[in-house]
């Protein structure tokens, strides 16, 4: 094994193709070692299949690096050993109990102490009262506690979570995030992709996917403050006549609504103010320029590398 260094993940160059069609392109990646980096992006953006390459799933078309210190190309075998992978979808054996599961994957691994290991297992993620109940008849939210259990078993130092929290109530999202922070605390490192802005606020760092370019990577203050994006709101009646209006003005490059607020966006601050002047005389609607947060920014890159790949 080579020896690791700050970076449990440094890739470049990342590429792979399905049929003659890019899935990823020219992907790079650092993570550094104990933190918690969010990858977001719409869905068929490249996410799972960067994910399956940095644990030894996926062989890259090009690209090289390191995961754990071990060559994505050369020992996929060493990071599969090293690596906790929890899928999109449950993919645990559902006509088996939680112990019995955790039994049958800490005998794959080859796990010493088995029976004190799962038993340690269940207790830590709070398992113990259903143990001996069918997994196929557990909730969403105990669902992803045992994937947790069973990619946390062997005592990974990394963690790739593909969407893990899809589907899942609130509580059992914001339990599951206090687990992986507690995790971090401990320098187990996490990539994770999710589809909530909530969460990923609560990343140490983000990367940002769509259409197989890796867009921007950063912590959320200097994602927030790269894209230069200038955001103003509206509150009011009629927002959705207003947004009509807005929609197609110089400037003005995404009308978003939340809830009962217009979100009026655009990186040209000149050009976005002189369209607006008209309207913030308007006394039916309420404005405020406010720093753009990261639904804001993010539907900003989406909307930019959709019109890079299309055309206007």
Not at 216 to 229: A, E, F, K, N
Not at 270 to 295: C, M, T, V
Request: glycine content about 8%.
């Amino acid at each position: 094994m080579k020896t690791e260094e700050d970076y449990i993940i440094d890739v470049t160059g990342l590429c792979k193709n399905f049929a003659g069609k890019p899935a990823v392109i020219d992907v790079a990646l650092q993570v550094k070692r104990g933190e918690i980096f969010g990858f977001l992006g719409p869905n068929g953006s490249g996410k799972t299949t960067t994910i399956r390459m940095l644990c030894g799933l996926l062989v890259p078309d090009a690209g090289k690096g390191h995961c754990l210190g071990y060559d994505i190309l050369k020992e996929s075998y060493q990071i599969k050993n090293n690596v906790g992978y929890m899928t999109q979808r449950f993919s645990l054996y559902e006509d088996l109990t939680i112990f019995e599961n955790l039994n049958f994957i800490a005998r794959i691994y080859g796990i010493n102490n088995r029976q004190q290991k799962v038993a340690a297992s269940i207790a830590e993620l709070g398992l113990t009262d259903r143990q001996h109940q069918l997994a196929g008849t557990l909730s969403g939210g105990w669902k992803q506690r045992l994937a947790l259990a069973a990619a946390l078993l062997h005592d990974p130092k990394l963690l790739l979570l593909d969407e893990p929290t899809a589907g899942v109530d609130p509580k059992a999202r914001r339990d599951f995030w206090d687990q992986i922070h507690q995790l971090s605390t401990r320098g187990i490192t996490t990539l994770v992709s999710t589809h909530y802005m909530d969460e990923a606020e609560r990343c140490h760092r983000l990367g940002f996917i769509a259409y197989g370019h890796l867009l921007t990577q950063g912590t959320m203050q200097s994602i927030i403050q790269h894209t230069r994006l200038i955001t103003w709101t509206a509150t009011g009646q009629n927002l959705s006549q207003l947004s009509d209006q807005l929609s197609h003005l110089p400037g003005v490059e995404q009308v978003t609504a939340f809830g009962n607020t217009l979100h009026i966006s655009g990186s040209d601050s000149a050009q976005l103010n002189q369209s607006l002047q008209p309207f913030l005389k308007d006394k039916n609607y309420q404005w405020q320029q406010i720093q753009p947060g990261l639904e804001d920014v993010f539907i900003s890159l989406s909307s930019s590398a959709k019109e890079a790949r299309y055309g206007d």
